[in-house]
Structure formats: structure tokens, C-alpha cells
């Protein structure tokens, strides 16, 4: 499942969701690469 995260104020990063972290951060790897962050919720249409 591809997921989007905030890292800091300003960045952005979307890719597949790897797992659930301590106090509300989710994991996402991009290629070889794994970032943590705040999960971006989700807006009703």
C-alpha cells in the first residue's frame, strides 16, 4: 500500500508503507531507502 508522510515542516514523501512506529510514525521505503514520519491524513471527497 503506498503511503504519504511529512518529514519536518516542509517535506513530503510517498511510497510503500513498511510498518507502524512508536507514537503515531509509520515507516515508507522508497527504492532502496526508508524513511519514518507523521502519516498525512486522508481528505474526503
Not at 513498511?18 to 474526503?44: D, H, M, N, Y
Amino acid at each position: 500500500m503506498i503511503r504519504t508522510i511529512t518529514i519536518g515542516d516542509h517535506l513530503s514523501v510517498q511510497g510503500a508503507f513498511v510498518r507502524e512506529l512508536s507514537g503515531g510514525r509509520i515507516l515508507v521505503r522508497v527504492g532502496q531507502s526508508t524513511f519514518a514520519g507523521r502519516p498525512v491524513g486522508s481528505k474526503a471527497a
